[in-house]
């Protein structure tokens, strides 16, 4: 009696804590999602002018930010009316009250005369651009340019325009943190623009988003398993239980 008590007992804490489990994995895993639907919006990336950083056809999640947060370096969605009606996807090299001129020593872009390396270009000659072009930034704008220079529409093709070819910060609406289809990866910060003025922005909040919807979906899926592994384990330990007594009444009969 008292053995099967106990075992009663241990079922009992064992289906409570299966079914807690369950409980803060369905929160935490449904939690992630609504969590991560408010903070990001998807993004399929049209053309190959941010090659080899995105490519034509990622899916990637785009933070939604207000312009006034966007820095040196970010990766960013647009719409700007005088460059497309569609959304776009660029990299910002300034901001307002930036100097941005091309090329320096090696054929490098410079920012207030601080040579900028871009180890995420995709340039046939090794050069940051092959158009020459020195902008000032007029306050409250960017300069964005593509990673593949040699194919990339941006701000250089709209030089001759108001403004030389500078976006209004209004204009965007998100900043690309990670890749997630069909190779996931993480979009890292680059670091060569964070000895300017305003450093660059903090990794965005999606890799603790995905922590909760994994955690969580560990939980619900471990917690659902305990029942069928308890019998299981149960069935198992009767079945030689009776094996036990089986032997123990055949060595009486002899």
């Not at 639907?37 to 998807?42: H, V």
């Amino acid at each position: 009696m008292g053995g099967t008590a106990r075992k009663d007992g241990r079922g009992r804490l064992g289906n409570t804590l299966s079914g807690l489990a369950v409980a803060v994995g369905f929160v935490l895993f449904l939690g992630g999602f609504v969590w991560g639907a408010m903070l990001y919006q998807p993004y399929t990336v049209p053309t190959d002018s941010m090659m080899p950083t995105v490519k034509p056809g990622d899916r990637v999640l785009a933070e939604r930010i207000d312009g006034d947060e966007v820095r040196r370096g970010d990766v960013v969605i647009f719409t700007d009316a005088m460059w497309s009606n569609a959304p776009m996807v660029k990299r910002v090299v300034g901001v307002g009250g930036d100097t941005v001129k091309c090329c320096g020593q090696g054929g490098r872009l410079t920012v207030n005369g601080v040579q900028v390396d871009e180890p995420y270009l995709d340039t046939a000659r090794g050069m940051a651009s092959e158009i020459p072009f020195e902008v000032k930034v007029p306050e409250g704008k960017l300069f964005l340019l593509g990673d593949r220079r040699g194919a990339s529409v941006d701000s250089r093709a709209h030089l001759q325009e108001a403004g030389q070819g500078t976006v209004s910060r209004s204009a965007v609406t998100a900043r690309v943190d990670a890749v997630a289809w069909p190779s996931p990866q993480m979009l890292e910060r680059p670091g060569a623009f964070g000895a300017l003025p305003g450093g660059i922005s903090a990794a965005g909040p999606v890799k603790p988003v995905l922590g909760a919807i994994v955690a969580g979906a560990l939980l619900v899926l471990g917690g659902a398993a305990y029942g069928p592994l308890a019998k299981r384990s149960a069935g198992r330990g009767g079945s030689r239980t009776g094996q036990g007594a089986g032997r123990r009444e055949r060595a009486g009969v002899r």
